[in-house]
């Protein structure tokens, strides 16, 4: 396998137009002659001087930014601003199609939000908290439902306050550990199914109650309860979430869901309304399970690479340490049967190692003094002893992690257009059906009752949640579907762009080492 740097030169995204570091420019300074710090960001999907030009002209004739620097080769960007530009200057490289991630970032806190659960639920929480001035960079991360936010602690409280307000609960995580290891407990998801399955029953039951003795009054007064029962044990989320929107003047899903199921138990269809809250609540539950899918996949790719190292000190002895702790030059020994803990150049020894699990190389490699080896692969002959040339948070194998992290959280097209179509279609589904509720009994002749039901139940069929949900759901279960079966590929875009595939040519391998495959000899089977 190449360097990340000759990958990234080979890779076939670069659109080809080649990759070329830009060179370094003066420090930017505020009009009064003041030096302004930059901020870095890393953009893992900026992988040529065409991507570059996209952010450029994004950011063109932006006020407030007094300078910015690119590296093509690391893929990073450093920008000078304002601080009421930089998240205007962010939010505007995300339209673009690109995920900046801030490095270095000064008091950068980890939140984790469990009720976010898409991307409506991310642009939710980017309106709460858009204009705030000393909100430095928002990073988030859609598959382990997490926040990370720079800024100074006054703005940071303001805004967890305006991200609890539009219906959210950030829970603060340590600086620590990969969030990727933060998989959802088996206990949590159960009672999340469980929730789910027991407000079906009671909905099934307040239907079932309202069929058989429409006109008891006793046996009516027991499905409303049940009907209740159903819509606090599967909505307490959707209400919190929705009630949050209706304040603040949004119309999304939730809020959709919150004016329709109200409205169908105050005109007395309750066993309705508890069925679509139960049945919603379901949905959400699948969404949730299939997210889950994909972290677990994220998961699996942690666990290929050993959390100790056997690390030489500087009075000769070994000492086991965590892969964290060894920094690059230090000398690493790896017996035989163990895995490479972090990437290097074999210094002492010869072996042969099984390089599948990163790779894809299906016959164990021979490695001598001078050659590379990698994270993650497997040490099978001999001890062998490396240099590590990479700390952990850097080794190849946590750059796939990093891919596939970015790839779930990054939108594809048809995700971006259906955000936008949702954003149109809700509120006018929300004003048709007001139109519906009020001018149906002059132009039809229905009761108030009957006009108010068919205007629910039109906030209820037309609502655009299948549209939004399923989108983002079916990529990131592609990619995740994908990592499980060590296929990455880079995001939705690149997803998409797949349909388009007449043909496949692999090496001998299965792998495109290079990208530049080349035709060496056929054989015709026939």
């Given amino acids: 396998m190449n360097s990340a740097r000759q990958r990234q030169h080979a890779d076939p995204a670069c659109c080809g137009s080649g990759c070329a570091t830009v060179p370094a420019v003066p420090e930017p300074t505020a009009s009064d002659g003041t030096t302004i710090e930059p901020q870095r960001f890393r953009i893992a999907n900026m992988d040529c001087a065409s991507e570059e030009s996209e952010i450029r002209r994004a950011l063109e004739g932006m006020a407030g930014i007094r300078g910015l ?27 673009a199609g690109f995920k900046p991630e801030p490095l270095g970032a000064k008091n950068v806190q980890r939140f984790r939000i469990a009720n976010m659960d898409c991307a409506s639920e991310e642009s939710e929480i980017r309106r709460a908290l858009d204009g705030m001035a000393g909100i430095r960079s928002l990073q988030f991360n859609l598959g382990e439902r997490e926040l990370a936010i720079a800024a100074d602690d006054p703005v940071l409280q303001q805004a967890l306050d305006a991200i609890r307000k539009a219906g959210f609960k950030p829970e603060p995580l340590g600086d620590t550990g990969s969030s990727a290891a933060a998989v959802a407990s088996p206990t949590g998801f159960w009672t999340t199914w469980g929730k789910s399955l027991g407000a079906l029953g009671l909905a099934v039951a307040a239907e079932g109650l309202a069929f058989a003795f429409p006109d008891s009054v006793p046996v009516k007064a027991l499905g409303m309860a049940l009907a209740a029962a159903a819509i606090a044990l599967s909505g307490f989320s959707v ?7 209706l304040r603040q003047g949004r119309l999304n899903i939730n809020a959709l869901m919150t004016v ?31 997210v889950d899918r994909a972290r677990g996949a994220i998961k699996s790719l942690l666990a290929l690479a050993p959390e100790q190292a056997e690390v030489r000190q500087d009075d000769g002895n070994w000492v086991r340490m965590g892969v964290k702790e060894v920094t690059v030059g230090m000398t690493v020994r790896i ?11 074999v210094s002492l020894g010869q072996s042969a190692i099984d390089q599948s699990p990163v790779t ?78 009020l001018l149906a009994p002059w132009l039809m002749g229905l009761t108030w009752t009957q006009a108010a ?61 290079e990208g530049k495959p080349k035709l060496v000899a ?3 089977v026939d």
Wanted: net charge neutral; aromatic share 6%.
């Fill in 239 to 245: 209400y919190g979430k929705g009630l949050a929107a």
């Fill in 69 to 95: 620097r690119f590296n093509l080769g690391d893929r990073e960007l450093a920008i000078a601003a304002d601080d009421h530009a930089l998240p205007q200057a962010l939010e505007a490289i995300r339209k």
């Fill in 453 to 513: 039901y068919k205007a629910l139940v039109l906030l209820v069929i037309a609502c655009p949640c299948a549209l939004v949900i399923s989108t983002p759901v079916t990529v990131v279960s592609g990619l995740a579907a994908g990592a499980r079966r060590g296929i990455l590929i880079k995001g939705g875009v690149y997803l998409e762009e797949a349909r388009k595939i007449k043909a496949v040519a692999l090496d001998k391998t299965g792998t495109i080492t």
């Fill in 335 to 345: 017996r035989p049967g163990e895995r490479v803990p972090l990437d290097g150049i």
């Fill in 522 to 524: 056929f054989e015709p």
């Fill in 360 to 437: 894809g190389e299906s016959l164990p490699v021979d490695k001598s003094p001078g050659d590379e080896v990698f994270a993650g692969t497997i040490n099978q002959a001999a001890a062998l002893e490396i240099r590590v040339t990479a700390p952990a948070s850097d080794s190849t194998l946590a750059r796939i992690i990093h891919a596939v992290e970015q790839a779930q959280s990054s939108r594809a097209p048809t995700q971006r257009f259906v955000d936008r179509f949702a954003a149109v279609y809700t509120p006018a589904v929300f004003v048709l059906a007001v139109a519906v509720a």
């Fill in 260 to 290: 329709a199921v109200t409205g169908a138990f105050l005109i007395g269809q309750w066993p309705e309304a508890a069925m679509v809250m139960a049945l919603y609540a379901i949905a959400e539950a699948i969404e949730a399970r299939a």
